[in-house]
């Protein structure tokens, strides 16, 4: 299982746990009828659902200790990493992401063999 799926499983299973919650406090109130609670607690855990995926990634995005953790030891400061292998041969590098809109993106610092 990789990262992107944990995380999206972690969100999942934050808004089961609230669908859980607010269904059990629409159910104590018998001011509202069943259908009604069925589309609240769908509507609300809708937005959550939404809401939560934008925020932890955006978190992920803007945070460097978060993208280390999302990428696994492939981010360092603005550094990636990257391994492919052709015709047997493995073929390792560093890139540096640039801000410099004069290098137009990927900039390699170093290539490994």
């Not at 696994?72 to 590098?93: D, M, N, V």
Request: proline share 3%; hydrophobic share 50%.
């Amino acid at each position: 299982m990789n990262t992107l799926e944990k995380v999206n499983i972690a969100i999942l299973l934050a808004t089961i746990t609230y669908i859980i919650a607010i269904n059990s406090l629409l159910s104590a109130t018998e001011q509202i009828g069943p259908g009604l609670r069925w589309f609240i607690t769908f509507l609300t855990s809708v937005g959550l659902f939404r809401l939560l995926i934008i925020l932890v990634y955006w978190l992920i995005r803007v945070s460097d200790t978060l993208l280390a953790v999302y990428k696994q030891g492939r981010f360092l400061k603005r550094l990636w990493t990257y391994s492919y292998e052709i015709a047997g041969i493995p073929h390792i590098g560093i890139w540096r992401i640039s801000q410099d809109w004069t290098c137009r993106g990927l900039v390699p610092v170093t290539v490994l063999v």
